[in-house]
C-alpha cells in the first residue's frame, strides 16, 4: 500500500516532464531577449534599468545577460549541453536577484528571477532526461528523476 501511494507509475512521465520544462523555460528565455537582441534601443532601455539598480558596467552586463539567456534558451529546446546551460541560467539569475532585493523589491516580485535560479540547478544536476540530444549524443541512460 506504502508503494501504490508513492505513485511509481510517474516516474514513466519523467522524461516528458524534463522535456516540458526545457521547451517551456527555452521558449520563455528567448522571448524574453529577443526584443533587446533584434531592437538597438530595448538594449539601451535595459543597460538603463541595470544602471538603475546599481550593476556594474551596466552596457557590458546587459548584452551579456541577454545573449547568455538566449544561448541557454537555445540549449535547453533540444536538452544540448543541458547541465552548462543550467549553471549559466542559475547564475545569470543569481545576479538579477542580488541587483533586485537590495531595492524593497517584494517576494512576488524576486520569485521569477528566483525561481530562474532554482530551476537552472534543476537542469545543471539533473540534466536534460532521456528526451533530449544530451541522451541522445551521450550514448547513456540518463539518470532517473
Known sequence: MLAL????LLRLLAPVAMLSLRLYVGWFLIVG???N???????K???GFLQTL???MPEIAAPVSVWAQFAVGVLLIPGLFT??????LAINFIVAVLLLAPTGAS????????ILVFIGAVFATLG???????????????PQQ
Open 107 to 114: 517576494e512576488r516580485d524576486l520569485f521569477p528571477p528566483a
Open 5 to 8: 501511494l508513492q505513485l511509481p
Open 54 to 56: 546599481n550593476c556594474p
Open 45 to 47: 532601455e535595459f543597460e
Open 37 to 43: 537582441i533584434v531592437y538597438a534601443e530595448r538594449m
Open 33 to 35: 531577449v529577443w526584443d
Open 83 to 88: 547541465r552548462i546551460a543550467g549553471i549559466v
Open 128 to 142: 536534460a532526461g532521456a528526451l533530449s540530444l544530451d541522451a541522445l549524443l551521450g550514448g547513456k541512460k540518463p
